[in-house]
Structures are given as C-alpha cells and as structure tokens.
C-alpha cells in the first residue's frame, strides 16, 4: 500500500506591503509569480525564496490575476516568461520578466472596463480576460480583440450577470474554442468562442476569486463558492452534474465554516490533489487546505488565502498567497521523503 502524504515548508516569502491576489508558477517552476494590489508583480526565484522581480504598471491599478504565457520547448530565450496581469484599469500588460520590460499594454476596445481575471489557451495562440459581466478574448500575436463574449442563448443560461472573477480555457485539442467562467452572479458559464455567447451553465457556485479550474484531461471542473455550505464542488464538464462535495471539516466539529476565495487542481491529468482557502465570515482570518482523494493532508490556520498554484506533478510544489502580503511555498511529499504526488497516494 502507498504511503501516505503530507506538506513540508519550502519558505514564506517576505511581505511586499499589498495582498497576494493571484500566484502563478511559470512552466519549468523556476519562478513564481504574485500580483498585488498596488498594481506591482512580485516574481520569485523559486530556489532562493527571493524576489527576483518586481514589476511595475501604470496608475498603481490593482493587478487582480497573472498568467503565464505557454512556450513551447524550442522558444527562444527572447520569446520565453512572458508573462500577463489583468488590471482593474481594463488593461493587460504583458511583460518579459527577466528583462523587466513591459511589452505590450492592451484592453477592450472603446471600453473602460475592470479586468479581474485571465488565462492563456493552451496552445498560446489566445488570451481571454474576465470583467463586470463581458469576456474579452484576444489575439496573442497581434493582441487585437477577436470577440466580446456577453449574454446566453436566450434558451439554458442568460450568461453572466455581474463580475467574472474567474476563468479558465479547455485546454484539450478536441475543444479549443470552449471556455468556462464564474463570479459573483451564482452561475458557471460555458462559452463557445465560434458563437460569442455562453451555451449552457451551471447555477449554484458563487465565485468570489481565483476559485473555478479544470482538470488537464478536461474532465473535471472544480468550484469553490463564498458561503458556508458546501464551498467546495467536483462537476462532470460534459454533463454538468455535481460529482461530489468535499466536506472542510470533519463531521461533529463546530468551527467556524471557510468561505473560498481560491480552489485548485495539481496539474497531473485527473487532477487529483486540490487546494482551496478564503476566509471566515466572523473575526479570525481564514483558513488554507489541500485534499488527496477527499481527505485533508495539511491545513494552514489563521491565513486568509486568496490564491493558490500547484508546480509540476513532479516538482511537488504548491504557493498560497494571502491577505497577509505574503506566498507560502509547500511541497507535497509521502512518508518516506519522496516528492510529489505520482510517488504516493492518499
């Protein structure tokens, strides 16, 4: 039988004065990224602890969420960790981080509009940013708008109705037009990129952060909602019926509930680590979790998380930011000291 797993620190890093919106690992897990609320980018050197980076956009906007571009192995260093933030000034910025230029600022044309959320295709070929009720998809050679993705088909889902807080692209071959997004309006949207409005939805999750991913086989779609009941949810896609809620605290105990503000599946295939955290809604910060196969193998206390990123399957990384300023770095191992998840099994 596999040996069980549990979380080892790795380093907290030092707080950069704003909180922790959003942490990104980039591709190779060298750096990590965290957007903060002063509008800066904070990229860390993943051996060291130490911020590498910082990256500044204009007006001091917050920068709600990053995303790293994907590369494939035979880029060039010039085309490598580019990396982009969504900004409440309705602005994507894309930088190079290793040279700290800012490559290209770019929005909604015609429209001043919040950008809260963002996300790559996987083959990098597009971009979509979420706003008050609008996804604007873009053209990442040209970083020209391609479609506004607004409103239902007036038969299964009216579309978004307030702010969309987080998104994510289908990531398989079979359907690199699909898109999934969710926010404050209680909803799940599925778009179709080739129509301009959502197709169908889910009612029920109430996203309030970077609390909505799909499992890499395309699958699975995790929810965390801001609420006491039932925060965190695992959906089929392709039924759109819930498979399975995830308990946060053992039966009998009379804690106070975590309201999520983020929730995330490790990058193996099935998805089969998950981390997640918010918030209390009475005084006492919040709390931070990561599950394998439904039961918890490590809590964070007394930490408001915001956000969460898992490295590589193999890497065994996992970051948390938090309201706090500052990213906590964990790894997952098992028993015996061995890394990452396709070592051991809950």
Same mark, same amino acid.
């Not at 040279?99 to 770019?106: M, V």
């Not at 996203?207 to 949810?233: F, H, M, N, Q, V």
């Given at each position: 039988?596999?040996?069980?797993?549990?979380?080892?620190?790795? !380093?907290?890093? +030092?707080? !950069?004065?704003?909180?922790?919106?959003?942490?990104?690992?980039?591709?190779?897990?060298?750096?990590?990224?965290?957007?903060?609320?002063? %509008?800066?980018?904070?990229?860390?050197?993943?051996?060291?602890?130490?911020?590498?980076?910082?990256?500044?956009?204009?007006?001091?906007?917050? #920068?709600?969420?990053?995303?790293?571009?994907? +590369?494939?192995?035979?880029?060039?260093?010039?085309?490598?960790?580019?990396?982009?933030?969504?900004?409440?000034?309705?602005?994507?910025?894309?930088?190079?981080?290793?040279?700290?230029?800012?490559?290209?600022?770019? %929005?909604?044309?015609?429209?001043?509009?919040?950008?809260?959320?963002?996300?790559?295709?996987?083959?990098?070929?597009?971009?979509?940013?979420?706003?008050?009720?609008?996804?604007?998809?873009?053209?990442?050679?040209?970083?020209?708008?391609?479609?506004?993705?607004?409103?239902?088909?007036?038969?299964?889902?009216?579309?978004?109705?307030?702010?969309?807080?987080?998104?994510?692209?289908?990531?398989?071959?079979?359907?690199?037009?699909?898109?999934?997004? @969710?926010?404050?309006?209680?909803?799940?949207?599925?778009?179709?990129?080739?129509?301009?409005?959502?197709?169908?939805?889910?009612?029920?999750?109430?996203?309030?952060?970077?609390?909505?991913?799909?499992?890499?086989?395309?699958?699975?779609?995790?929810?965390?909602?801001?609420?006491?009941?039932?925060?965190?949810?695992?959906?089929?896609?392709?039924?759109?019926?819930?498979? +399975? *809620?995830?308990?946060?605290?053992?039966?009998?105990? +009379?804690?106070?509930?975590?309201?999520?503000?983020?929730?995330?599946?490790?990058?193996?295939?099935?998805?089969?680590?998950? *981390? #997640?955290?918010?918030?209390? #809604?009475?005084?006492? %910060? @919040?709390?931070?979790?990561?599950?394998?196969?439904?039961?918890?193998?490590?809590?964070?206390?007394?930490?408001?998380?915001?956000? #969460?990123?898992?490295?590589?399957?193999?890497?065994?990384?996992?970051?948390? @930011?938090?309201?706090?300023?500052?990213?906590?770095?964990?790894?997952?191992?098992?028993?015996?000291?061995?890394?990452?998840?396709?070592?051991?099994?809950?």
């Amino acid at each position: 039988m596999a040996s069980k797993l549990k979380l080892a620190p790795v !380093f907290v890093t +030092e707080a !950069f004065d704003t909180e922790a919106f959003s942490v990104r690992f980039n591709a190779d897990d060298n750096f990590l990224a965290a957007a903060g609320a002063h %509008g800066t980018v904070s990229v860390f050197n993943v051996s060291t602890g130490q911020e590498a980076y910082r990256l500044k956009s204009g007006g001091g906007h917050p #920068a709600k969420q990053v995303c790293w571009r994907p +590369e494939k192995d035979s880029a060039s260093l010039r085309t490598k960790g580019l990396l982009v933030a969504a900004s409440t000034d309705g602005r994507l910025r894309q930088w190079h981080v290793t040279s700290g230029r800012c490559l290209e600022e770019f %929005g909604p044309q015609g429209e001043d509009k919040q950008l809260l959320c963002v996300d790559y295709s996987g083959d990098g070929t597009r971009l979509a940013a979420g706003a008050t009720k609008e996804i604007f998809v873009f053209d990442e050679e040209t970083k020209k708008q391609i479609v506004c993705l607004q409103g239902g088909d007036s038969q299964t889902t009216p579309g978004h109705s307030s702010r969309v807080l987080a998104l994510r692209f289908q990531q398989t071959l079979d359907e690199p037009w699909s898109l999934i997004s @969710g926010g404050w309006d209680n909803s799940v949207q599925f778009w179709d990129l080739r129509v301009g409005h959502a197709v169908r939805a889910i009612f029920g999750p109430h996203i309030c952060g970077d609390a909505l991913d799909l499992s890499r086989d395309g699958k699975r779609l995790l929810t965390g909602s801001w609420r006491d009941k039932d925060p965190i949810e695992i959906w089929d896609v392709g039924q759109g019926e819930r498979l +399975e *809620a995830l308990p946060w605290r053992s039966q009998g105990l +009379e804690e106070p509930s975590c309201q999520m503000y983020t929730a995330r599946f490790s990058k193996d295939p099935e998805g089969s680590l998950i *981390a #997640a955290g918010g918030s209390f #809604a009475n005084d006492g %910060g @919040g709390e931070a979790k990561v599950f394998s196969s439904g039961s918890c193998i490590g809590t964070m206390v007394r930490f408001t998380c915001l956000s #969460a990123d898992f490295g590589s399957p193999s890497s065994g990384l996992i970051a948390m @930011g938090g309201c706090d300023g500052r990213v906590r770095v964990m790894r997952v191992v098992s028993a015996d000291g061995s890394v990452g998840k396709e070592n051991a099994q809950g």
